[in-house]
Each structure stands twice: as C-alpha cells, then as structure tokens.
C-alpha cells in the first residue's frame, strides 16, 4: 500500500492547529488545510493512519465543493501550492490532499441532516421517540429511511469530547435566528441534492455533517463536504431496514473496535494490517463510485 501520512510537517508556514484529521496552517490572509491519513474512531485519533485517505477525502470534498456551487459559496480559492512552499518534500506532503481557502468564521455548531433514523439519532428515538427534540411517528425501525429529512444541530466539544444534539431553538440562541434558519435551510437542500445524485450512483446518503462560516457578512460552506468521514455512506443493493447497514465510511474501524471489546476509554490499538487495507479500500470504492 501506499505510505500513509500521519502528520504534514511544514517549515515554510506556521501551524496553526491539528484537528481529528486536517492540519491547518495559517498563511496570512487564508488557511492551507491538509487532509492527513489519520482516522479518529469513537472521539479517539487511531494510531494506524490509512493510506491515501486524505487524498479520497479532497478529491471527494472538491467534487462536492463544485456540485454545490450553485446553492452555497464556499471556501475554495484558486491559488496555486505552490504559493505556499518551493520545498520539494513540503510539497510532495501536499499533493492532492491539500487545499488554500478562506478564512471565514465557523458557525459555533454542527450541522446535521438526517434522512434515516440511525446512530444517536436512533438511541434518542428508542428512550424518547424524538431526535434533537423532533418528535417523530411511532413504530419506526433502525436504519428506517425517515418521510422528510430532518436538521438536527449539536455541539462542537473540544477534541476528546462527545459532540452533544442540540434543538433548533438551542441553535436559534447561539447563532441568532436569521443565522440560525438559512443555516438550516441550505443544509437540507445540500442534503436532497446530494442524496438524489448519490443515489443513482448506489449509495444511500444516511445522514452528514456539514460546517459553515461567515465570510464577509455571508454563509459560505467550510472545511469538508460529504465525504465518508463527515456522512454515513451505505450500498443502497444491500441496504435493509432493521439494523445498521455496512458501510463506505469508518463504521468498518467501529466495528472491528467493538468486536475486539476496546473500552473507549484508554489507548486504542493498532489496527491490523488488513483492516486499514479493507478501510482504504471502502473509501477509495466511494470515490470511484460517486465521480466516475
């Protein structure tokens, strides 16, 4: 396989900030984001990265980023990268996992749309009938594809933390009404758009997340786009309701994780061989399946 990054280390621009993923440089007047290979499963960074999946991650972000143009502006700018560094192993560590956008001012939540009723989403529904606060009919099943997709926002924790849902009304007072109904607004038409294209290409669109900003006054879309890592991305031959489907996402780490009985609390192990091999495999097969 193909070595995998963990880390950028750039001595050209200063970081600014290592995320679950993406590093962050700051270059002044914009960002410089690198997708690393590394891959965070139940709030931890996995010490295993997965080879070239950054790289599936831009190409897949990019590929949203102009489908959705016509909706939203988003944080992209053409600029070259080779503006940001002549070092030839700086920019061998950027190639195609890299992008120089904006430097917008994220919405202090995360976005969610749901279309089908799964994950946290699901646990709710079973303890309250409702997810993020909205109420749904009784009777529905895990993995029930919902009658309208829903928006539900949470939190944004510090890193190690569990994000918490939120209601739209807890929104509403974060970010302000006008803020708070055209976030919720083009996100669902992100959603419908997205859901219906993936679709014909055979995959379900379960649920995503997606980050917005304001830049100059305005909401632009931010960071990544329905990709593997911020969606839960099903085959739509071999979906069914009742459990959880697999997946092109890391719910294939999650669930070897679970089956290897890790409390989640401590260290997480190395993965082997084979599970990164098959992991890379998934997102390289949602790529291909989605943009050619």
Not at 118 to 133: A, F, L, S
Request: hydrophobic residues 35%; aromatic residues 8%.
């Amino acid at each position: 396989m193909t070595q995998a990054l963990a880390e950028s280390h750039l001595k050209s621009v200063p970081l600014l900030f290592r995320g679950k993923v993406r590093d962050i440089y700051d270059l002044g007047d914009a960002l410089l984001l690198v997708a690393s290979d590394r891959i965070s499963a139940f709030d931890h960074i996995l010490p295993t990265p997965i080879p070239r999946k950054g790289i599936i991650l831009t190409q897949l972000s990019n590929f949203w980023l102009k489908r959705t143009e016509d909706l939203i502006p988003n944080h992209s700018l053409n600029r070259p990268l080779s503006s940001v560094t002549k070092d030839p192993d700086e920019l061998a560590q950027l190639e195609g996992r890299s992008v120089i956008v904006k430097k917008a001012k994220p919405l202090p939540v995360e976005l969610i749309v749901r279309g089908y009723l799964v994950g946290t989403g699901y646990q709710e529904y079973q303890e309250r009938g409702t997810v993020c606060g909205i109420s749904l009919p009784k009777g529905l099943v895990q993995a029930q594809k919902l009658a309208q997709p829903i928006f539900t926002p949470s939190t944004k924790a510090p890193k190690g933390q569990h994000d918490e849902n939120i209601s739209y009304e807890e929104m509403v007072k974060l970010v302000g009404p006008e803020i708070a109904a055209q976030a919720r607004d083009i996100c669902l038409k992100i959603y419908a758009s997205a859901a219906e294209y993936a679709l014909k290409r055979g995959i379900i669109i379960a649920d995503t997340k997606i980050e917005l900003g304001l830049y100059e006054g305005k909401l632009i879309l931010i960071d990544e786009v329905l990709t593997p890592d911020s969606s839960r991305f099903w085959p739509a031959d071999q979906y069914k309701t009742g459990s959880n489907p697999p997946s092109y996402d890391k719910q294939f780490v999650r669930d070897y994780l679970t089956s290897i009985k890790w409390d989640k609390k401590s260290n997480p192990p190395t993965l082997p061989p084979e599970i990164a091999e098959k992991t890379a495999e998934k997102y390289q097969e949602a790529l291909d399946r989605l943009t050619k």
